[in-house]
Protein backbone atom coordinates (compact mmCIF):
# COMPACT_ATOMS: atom_id res chain seq x y z
CA UNK A 1 0.00 0.00 0.00
CA UNK A 2 2.74 2.55 1.05
CA UNK A 3 4.47 2.06 -2.78
CA UNK A 4 0.98 3.01 -4.17
CA UNK A 5 0.31 6.21 -2.20
CA UNK A 6 3.62 7.14 -3.35
CA UNK A 7 2.94 6.30 -6.75
CA UNK A 8 -0.08 7.91 -6.37
CA UNK A 9 1.62 10.99 -4.85
CA UNK A 10 3.95 11.41 -8.20
CA UNK A 11 0.68 10.39 -10.70
CA UNK A 12 -1.27 13.42 -8.60
CA UNK A 13 2.18 15.75 -8.31
CA UNK A 14 0.76 18.33 -11.01
CA UNK A 15 -3.16 18.29 -9.64
CA UNK A 16 -1.56 18.91 -5.69
CA UNK A 17 0.28 21.65 -6.75
CA UNK A 18 -2.43 23.35 -8.83
CA UNK A 19 -4.14 23.09 -5.40
CA UNK A 20 -2.59 22.90 -2.32
CA UNK A 21 0.88 24.45 -3.72
CA UNK A 22 -1.41 27.42 -4.60
CA UNK A 23 -2.75 27.15 -1.38
CA UNK A 24 0.29 27.41 0.46
CA UNK A 25 1.92 29.68 -1.89
CA UNK A 26 -0.51 32.34 -0.74
CA UNK A 27 -0.28 31.62 2.78
CA UNK A 28 3.66 32.33 3.09
CA UNK A 29 2.88 35.30 0.28
CA UNK A 30 0.62 36.63 2.77
CA UNK A 31 2.68 36.10 5.92
CA UNK A 32 -0.14 37.23 8.69
CA UNK A 33 -3.45 35.90 9.33
CA UNK A 34 -6.17 37.35 9.04
CA UNK A 35 -9.76 37.82 7.31
CA UNK A 36 -8.11 38.89 3.94
CA UNK A 37 -5.93 35.76 3.65
CA UNK A 38 -9.18 33.73 4.54
CA UNK A 39 -11.10 35.52 1.68
CA UNK A 40 -8.14 34.72 -0.50
CA UNK A 41 -8.25 30.60 0.23
CA UNK A 42 -11.96 30.72 -0.22
CA UNK A 43 -10.96 32.13 -3.68
CA UNK A 44 -8.77 29.02 -4.37
CA UNK A 45 -11.10 27.02 -3.71
CA UNK A 46 -13.54 27.91 -5.55
CA UNK A 47 -11.20 28.40 -8.57
CA UNK A 48 -10.39 25.17 -8.11
CA UNK A 49 -13.50 23.56 -7.90
CA UNK A 50 -14.27 22.37 -4.84
CA UNK A 51 -17.86 24.45 -4.77
CA UNK A 52 -19.24 27.53 -3.74
CA UNK A 53 -21.40 26.35 -0.79
CA UNK A 54 -18.52 23.86 0.57
CA UNK A 55 -15.88 26.46 0.00
CA UNK A 56 -17.21 28.64 2.15
CA UNK A 57 -18.44 26.22 4.63
CA UNK A 58 -14.32 24.87 4.71
CA UNK A 59 -13.34 28.29 5.51
CA UNK A 60 -15.72 28.83 8.06
CA UNK A 61 -14.74 26.18 9.55
CA UNK A 62 -10.95 27.26 9.14
CA UNK A 63 -11.76 30.69 11.11
CA UNK A 64 -13.06 28.67 13.71
CA UNK A 65 -9.93 26.80 14.62
CA UNK A 66 -8.05 30.15 13.79
CA UNK A 67 -10.36 32.30 16.52
CA UNK A 68 -10.38 29.01 18.87
CA UNK A 69 -7.14 28.11 19.09
CA UNK A 70 -5.74 31.73 18.69
CA UNK A 71 -3.40 30.92 15.55
CA UNK A 72 -0.61 33.50 14.47
CA UNK A 73 1.33 31.67 12.56
CA UNK A 74 0.27 31.01 8.92
CA UNK A 75 2.09 27.19 8.90
CA UNK A 76 -0.26 26.05 11.21
CA UNK A 77 -2.86 27.65 9.14
CA UNK A 78 -2.32 25.48 6.40
CA UNK A 79 -1.61 22.54 8.03
CA UNK A 80 -5.12 23.24 9.48
CA UNK A 81 -6.51 24.25 6.43
CA UNK A 82 -5.42 20.73 5.33
CA UNK A 83 -6.95 18.69 7.77
CA UNK A 84 -9.69 20.42 7.84
CA UNK A 85 -10.35 19.51 3.73
CA UNK A 86 -9.06 15.86 4.25
CA UNK A 87 -11.84 15.15 6.98
CA UNK A 88 -14.44 17.16 4.89
CA UNK A 89 -13.10 14.47 2.24
CA UNK A 90 -13.25 11.57 4.48
CA UNK A 91 -16.81 12.03 6.17
CA UNK A 92 -18.50 12.99 2.87
CA UNK A 93 -17.14 9.52 1.36
CA UNK A 94 -18.50 8.09 4.63
CA UNK A 95 -22.08 9.63 4.50
CA UNK A 96 -21.84 8.01 1.01
CA UNK A 97 -21.17 4.97 2.10
CA UNK A 98 -23.85 4.90 4.89
CA UNK A 99 -26.60 6.07 1.92
CA UNK A 100 -26.97 2.39 0.73
CA UNK A 101 -25.02 1.50 -1.58
CA UNK A 102 -24.89 -1.47 -2.78
CA UNK A 103 -23.19 -1.09 -6.49
CA UNK A 104 -19.60 -3.53 -6.19
CA UNK A 105 -16.13 -2.37 -5.87
CA UNK A 106 -13.88 -3.17 -9.52
CA UNK A 107 -12.25 -6.04 -7.24
CA UNK A 108 -15.24 -7.41 -6.38
CA UNK A 109 -16.42 -7.32 -10.36
CA UNK A 110 -13.66 -9.82 -10.86
CA UNK A 111 -14.54 -11.97 -8.58
CA UNK A 112 -18.11 -12.11 -9.55
CA UNK A 113 -20.15 -15.11 -10.06
CA UNK A 114 -22.60 -13.15 -11.95
CA UNK A 115 -22.62 -13.93 -15.82
CA UNK A 116 -22.63 -12.09 -18.18
CA UNK A 117 -22.11 -9.50 -15.95
CA UNK A 118 -22.99 -6.51 -18.11
CA UNK A 119 -21.45 -3.00 -17.06
CA UNK A 120 -22.80 0.06 -19.19
CA UNK A 121 -20.61 3.61 -19.80
CA UNK A 122 -21.64 6.55 -20.43
CA UNK A 123 -20.52 10.65 -20.82
CA UNK A 124 -20.08 13.14 -23.29
CA UNK A 125 -17.45 12.67 -26.15
CA UNK A 126 -14.17 13.52 -25.65
CA UNK A 127 -13.73 12.09 -21.42
CA UNK A 128 -11.91 9.53 -22.27
CA UNK A 129 -14.68 6.57 -22.12
CA UNK A 130 -13.26 4.52 -24.72
CA UNK A 131 -10.16 4.39 -23.87
CA UNK A 132 -11.15 3.42 -20.32
CA UNK A 133 -13.37 0.80 -21.46
CA UNK A 134 -10.22 -0.97 -22.88
CA UNK A 135 -7.92 -0.60 -20.10
CA UNK A 136 -10.73 -2.14 -18.05
CA UNK A 137 -11.14 -5.22 -20.24
CA UNK A 138 -7.29 -5.60 -20.32
CA UNK A 139 -7.43 -5.61 -16.74
CA UNK A 140 -10.59 -8.03 -16.31
CA UNK A 141 -8.42 -10.24 -19.58
CA UNK A 142 -5.97 -10.51 -17.00
CA UNK A 143 -7.47 -11.63 -14.06
CA UNK A 144 -8.74 -14.70 -16.00
CA UNK A 145 -12.02 -13.14 -17.18
CA UNK A 146 -13.36 -13.50 -20.40
CA UNK A 147 -15.01 -10.50 -21.89
CA UNK A 148 -17.17 -9.10 -24.41
CA UNK A 149 -16.90 -5.10 -26.09
CA UNK A 150 -20.32 -3.75 -27.26
CA UNK A 151 -19.61 -1.01 -29.90
CA UNK A 152 -22.75 0.82 -29.05
CA UNK A 153 -21.57 4.27 -29.46
CA UNK A 154 -21.93 4.26 -33.60
CA UNK A 155 -22.53 8.13 -34.62
CA UNK A 156 -18.79 8.03 -34.51
CA UNK A 157 -17.42 5.85 -37.06
CA UNK A 158 -13.76 6.77 -34.42
CA UNK A 159 -15.51 5.64 -31.61
CA UNK A 160 -15.92 1.90 -33.35
CA UNK A 161 -12.28 1.96 -34.48
CA UNK A 162 -10.81 2.86 -31.23
CA UNK A 163 -12.99 0.04 -29.45
CA UNK A 164 -11.50 -2.09 -31.81
CA UNK A 165 -8.16 -1.39 -31.35
CA UNK A 166 -8.76 -1.94 -27.68
CA UNK A 167 -9.97 -5.57 -28.50
CA UNK A 168 -7.12 -6.58 -30.26
CA UNK A 169 -5.00 -5.15 -27.76
CA UNK A 170 -6.52 -6.69 -24.85
CA UNK A 171 -7.17 -9.76 -26.92
CA UNK A 172 -11.17 -9.62 -26.21
CA UNK A 173 -14.52 -10.01 -28.26
CA UNK A 174 -16.00 -7.36 -29.72
CA UNK A 175 -19.38 -7.19 -31.20
CA UNK A 176 -19.97 -3.60 -33.76
CA UNK A 177 -22.18 -2.53 -36.52
CA UNK A 178 -21.36 -0.29 -39.29
CA UNK A 179 -21.33 3.37 -38.27
CA UNK A 180 -25.35 4.63 -38.17
CA UNK A 181 -26.66 1.34 -37.30
CA UNK A 182 -29.39 1.56 -34.10
CA UNK A 183 -27.20 1.09 -30.93
CA UNK A 184 -29.94 -0.85 -29.44
CA UNK A 185 -29.65 -3.47 -31.92
CA UNK A 186 -25.68 -3.43 -31.44
CA UNK A 187 -26.58 -4.22 -27.69
CA UNK A 188 -29.43 -6.92 -27.96
CA UNK A 189 -27.19 -8.73 -30.55
CA UNK A 190 -23.94 -8.50 -28.57
CA UNK A 191 -25.75 -9.72 -25.02
CA UNK A 192 -27.34 -13.29 -26.98
CA UNK A 193 -23.94 -13.61 -28.41
CA UNK A 194 -22.67 -13.30 -24.23
CA UNK A 195 -24.88 -15.85 -23.01
CA UNK A 196 -24.25 -18.21 -25.89
CA UNK A 197 -20.60 -18.10 -25.40
CA UNK A 198 -21.23 -17.82 -21.71
CA UNK A 199 -18.70 -14.70 -21.31
CA UNK A 200 -18.23 -13.22 -17.60
CA UNK A 201 -18.07 -9.91 -18.29
CA UNK A 202 -19.76 -7.18 -21.33
CA UNK A 203 -18.99 -3.74 -21.40
CA UNK A 204 -20.92 -1.37 -23.52
CA UNK A 205 -19.85 2.07 -25.05
CA UNK A 206 -22.37 4.38 -25.61
CA UNK A 207 -22.63 7.61 -27.74
CA UNK A 208 -21.66 10.99 -25.79
CA UNK A 209 -23.49 13.34 -28.10
CA UNK A 210 -26.86 13.05 -30.45
CA UNK A 211 -28.21 16.78 -32.10
CA UNK A 212 -29.81 17.48 -28.53
CA UNK A 213 -29.53 16.30 -25.26
CA UNK A 214 -33.36 14.93 -25.13
CA UNK A 215 -32.20 12.33 -27.72
CA UNK A 216 -29.08 11.33 -25.90
CA UNK A 217 -31.19 10.49 -22.57
CA UNK A 218 -33.82 8.79 -25.09
CA UNK A 219 -31.66 6.56 -26.63
CA UNK A 220 -29.66 5.54 -22.94
CA UNK A 221 -33.06 4.65 -21.90
CA UNK A 222 -34.00 2.36 -24.86
CA UNK A 223 -30.46 0.37 -24.68
CA UNK A 224 -31.54 0.34 -20.92
CA UNK A 225 -34.79 -1.15 -21.97
CA UNK A 226 -32.83 -3.59 -24.23
CA UNK A 227 -30.63 -5.29 -21.76
CA UNK A 228 -33.24 -5.61 -19.46
CA UNK A 229 -34.74 -7.81 -22.78
CA UNK A 230 -32.24 -10.36 -22.65
CA UNK A 231 -30.75 -10.01 -18.62
CA UNK A 232 -33.71 -8.53 -16.63
CA UNK A 233 -31.48 -7.66 -14.09
CA UNK A 234 -29.10 -5.67 -15.69
CA UNK A 235 -27.23 -3.47 -16.63
CA UNK A 236 -25.63 -4.58 -13.10
CA UNK A 237 -23.28 -1.43 -12.95
CA UNK A 238 -23.64 1.77 -14.96
CA UNK A 239 -20.53 4.68 -15.50
CA UNK A 240 -20.39 7.77 -16.23
CA UNK A 241 -16.87 8.65 -17.20
CA UNK A 242 -16.19 12.39 -16.56
CA UNK A 243 -13.03 14.57 -17.16
CA UNK A 244 -11.65 16.35 -14.21
CA UNK A 245 -10.21 19.21 -16.32
CA UNK A 246 -14.15 19.63 -17.01
CA UNK A 247 -14.65 21.13 -13.07
CA UNK A 248 -17.91 22.13 -12.03
CA UNK A 249 -19.28 20.76 -15.92
CA UNK A 250 -18.30 17.41 -14.16
CA UNK A 251 -21.13 17.78 -11.37
CA UNK A 252 -23.38 19.28 -14.15
CA UNK A 253 -22.72 15.99 -16.32
CA UNK A 254 -23.35 14.00 -12.91
CA UNK A 255 -26.67 15.23 -12.75
CA UNK A 256 -27.76 15.25 -16.22
CA UNK A 257 -26.90 11.26 -17.00
CA UNK A 258 -27.89 10.45 -13.18
CA UNK A 259 -31.56 10.95 -14.02
CA UNK A 260 -31.14 9.03 -17.67
CA UNK A 261 -28.74 6.35 -16.52
CA UNK A 262 -29.43 5.25 -12.42
CA UNK A 263 -25.93 5.83 -12.07
CA UNK A 264 -24.24 3.31 -9.88
CA UNK A 265 -20.65 4.89 -10.47
CA UNK A 266 -17.84 7.44 -11.83
CA UNK A 267 -14.90 7.02 -13.29
CA UNK A 268 -12.78 10.46 -13.08
CA UNK A 269 -10.50 10.56 -16.21
CA UNK A 270 -7.24 13.35 -16.62
CA UNK A 271 -6.88 13.84 -12.77
CA UNK A 272 -2.73 13.80 -13.04
CA UNK A 273 -2.47 17.10 -14.66
CA UNK A 274 -5.03 19.47 -13.98
CA UNK A 275 -6.16 22.81 -12.10
CA UNK A 276 -9.40 21.57 -11.19
CA UNK A 277 -8.37 19.22 -8.56
CA UNK A 278 -11.06 20.01 -6.35
CA UNK A 279 -13.84 18.68 -7.99
CA UNK A 280 -13.33 15.23 -6.32
CA UNK A 281 -14.34 16.88 -3.24
CA UNK A 282 -16.92 18.52 -4.90
CA UNK A 283 -18.67 15.52 -6.35
CA UNK A 284 -18.03 13.21 -3.21
CA UNK A 285 -19.76 16.20 -0.90
CA UNK A 286 -22.48 16.30 -3.63
CA UNK A 287 -23.34 12.85 -4.89
CA UNK A 288 -24.57 9.62 -3.37
CA UNK A 289 -22.68 8.04 -6.39
CA UNK A 290 -19.10 6.61 -5.62
CA UNK A 291 -16.10 7.09 -7.88
CA UNK A 292 -15.28 4.04 -8.56
CA UNK A 293 -12.10 4.35 -10.71
CA UNK A 294 -9.73 8.09 -11.72
CA UNK A 295 -7.66 8.04 -14.42
CA UNK A 296 -4.37 9.35 -13.78
CA UNK A 297 -2.30 8.86 -16.58
CA UNK A 298 -1.73 6.89 -20.50
CA UNK A 299 -0.51 3.80 -18.90
CA UNK A 300 -3.03 0.87 -18.74
CA UNK A 301 -2.27 0.52 -14.98
CA UNK A 302 -3.03 4.46 -14.24
CA UNK A 303 -7.00 3.55 -14.26
CA UNK A 304 -6.70 3.21 -10.39
CA UNK A 305 -9.36 1.92 -8.29
CA UNK A 306 -10.50 4.74 -6.20
CA UNK A 307 -9.42 4.83 -2.27
CA UNK A 308 -10.98 7.44 -0.44
CA UNK A 309 -8.43 6.78 2.45
CA UNK A 310 -5.08 6.60 -0.19
CA UNK A 311 -6.35 9.72 -1.53
CA UNK A 312 -6.18 12.05 0.99
CA UNK A 313 -2.85 10.10 2.00
CA UNK A 314 -1.27 11.87 -1.65
CA UNK A 315 -3.41 14.55 -2.25
CA UNK A 316 -3.79 16.38 0.71
CA UNK A 317 -0.68 15.26 3.41
CA UNK A 318 2.85 16.26 3.44
Known sequence: MLKFVKNLKQKLARTKNNFIGKIAETIKLRGKVDEEL??????????????????????????????????????????????????QF????????????????????????????????????????????????QRFRKAGKSVMLV????????????????????????????QGSDPSSVVYDSLISAKHKNTDIVLIDTAGRQHNKVNLMNE?????????????????????????????????????????????????TKLDGTAKGGIVMSIQHKFSI?????GVGEQIDDLRDFNPQEFVEAFFKE
Request: hydrophobic residues 45%.
Open 151 to 178: AGDTFRAAAIEQLDIWANRAGVDIVKQE
Open 290 to 294: PVKLI
Open 220 to 268: LNKIRRTIQKVVPEGPHEVFLVIDATTGQNAVTQAEMFDKAADLTGLVL
Open 90 to 137: LSDTKAQEESGDTSLSIEEIENTSIKPFIMLFVGVNGVGKTTSIGKLA
Open 38 to 87: MEELEEILIQADVGIDLSIDIIDKLREEVRFHKITDVEEVRIKLQNIMSE
